[in-house]
T-cell receptor, first 118, second 115 residues
Framework: GAVVSQHPSRVICKSGTSVKIECRSL??????MFWYRQFPKQSLMLMAT?????????EQGVEKDKFLINHASLTLSTLTVTSAHPEDSSFYIC??????????????FGAGTRLSVL | AQSVSQHNHHVILSEAASLELGCNYS??????LFWYVQYPGQHLQLLLK??????LVKGIKGFEAEFIKSKFSFNLRKPSVQWSDTAEYFCAVNAPYTGFQKLVFGTGTRLLVSP
């Protein structure tokens, strides 16, 4: 099956710093990538959808200046949490979807990044 | 509001017991339905999906799900669970109003299978 790699798996940072999370599709071209946030014991909440080469579409209530998303190529999307604060601590998960038959209409998920802001 | 509901938040079973996890959605019209599993410390994996055709779909690891359109349901079943099925299970729906781009997830069901 399609593989999505997410890096880093865990990051601890000081309040006020920025953190970048990478999401790569390893064996298919991801025309669309998604970023989710998962709170403890809760479901995944979609933060934004990004299409290669265009600006991301953010869900209601998600600050686009706080969570910068770049989808510069068909295999890479990045999420930057700017000026992180303790309330940004969470589990961030990316997923990718391609147009090819293998990945059509199905999202493949990365392993997630656990962000802890001190 | 349009949503996906999983009514069982925690389920505890003994090995060999049968499993059924409920999933209901509130979208009208055509939907794509999914069950994902998240094993401890691992990423979400697709168990099975329904797009069209036979409403009884079979997935990996002996799981199956039945789409009942009249009940807006897509329940997950397994006749005999194993300890290795301990995981969290998420039902998800592709939202038709966004061109089937987005996945909307239920709140998940934590399954614990005791040996």
């Amino acid at each position: 099956g399609a593989v999505v790699s997410q890096h880093p798996s865990r990051v601890i940072c000081k309040s006020g710093t920025s953190v970048k999370i990478e999401c790569r599709s390893l064996d298919f071209q991801a025309t669309t990538m998604f970023w989710y946030r998962q709170f403890p014991k809760q479901s995944l909440m979609l933060m934004a959808t990004s299409n290669e080469g265009s600006k991301a579409t953010y869900e209601q209530g998600v600050e686009k200046d706080k969570f910068l998303i770049n989808h510069a190529s068909l295999t890479l999307s990045t999420l930057t949490v700017t000026s992180a604060h303790p309330e940004d601590s969470s589990f961030y998960i990316c997923s990718a979807r391609g147009q090819a038959e293998l990945a059509k209409n199905i999202q493949y998920f990365g392993a997630g990044t656990r962000l802890s802001v001190l | 509001a349009q949503s996906v509901s999983q009514h069982n938040h925690h389920v505890i079973l003994s090995e060999a017991a049968s499993l059924e996890l409920g999933c209901n959605y509130s979208y009208g019209g055509t939907v794509n339905l999914f069950w994902y599993v998240q094993y401890p410390g691992q990423h979400l994996q697709l168990l099975l999906k329904y797009f069209s055709g036979d409403p009884l779909v079979k997935g990996i690891k002996g799981f199956e799900a039945e789409f009942i359109k009249s009940k807006f349901s897509f329940n997950l079943r397994k006749p005999s669970v194993q300890w290795s099925d301990t995981a969290e299970y998420f039902c998800a729906v592709n939202a038709p109003y966004t061109g089937f781009q987005k996945l909307v997830f239920g709140t998940g069901t934590r399954l614990l299978v005791s040996p």
